[in-house]
């Protein structure tokens, strides 16, 4: 999977902040999202099928230091959307 790939899945989804925002890749399968409130990292795990979302450390001036936010099991629909990808279908398989 590519980081346009993970963008445009977690679009699809419509999982990505409403507001306006810059994105750009940070893994294959995490993407890095900066909004004018914060900053969030989006991570599509392909083992165990979900979405994990850490926020960035307003206080804190090391760009690396992202904390915990929410876990999202994908539902049926995403899950089978997400393994049309070759590559996840490579993986979980």
């Not at 790939?5 to 989804?13: G, I, K, P, Q």
């Not at 810059?22 to 399968?29: A, D, V």
């Not at 999202?33 to 979302?53: C, K, N, P």
């Amino acid at each position: 999977m590519t980081p346009n790939e993970t963008y445009s899945f977690l679009d699809s989804c419509r999982l990505l902040p409403p507001q306006i925002y810059f994105w750009k890749p940070f893994t294959k399968t995490t993407i890095y999202v900066d909004t004018a409130q914060r900053s969030l990292l989006y991570h599509v795990d392909l083992y165990d099928m979900t979405i994990s979302i850490f926020a960035g450390d307003r206080r804190s001036e090391l760009s690396e230091h992202f904390l915990p936010v929410q876990t999202i099991d994908l539902n049926s629909a995403q899950t089978k959307m997400l393994k049309s990808y070759e590559y996840v279908e490579n993986v979980t398989h």
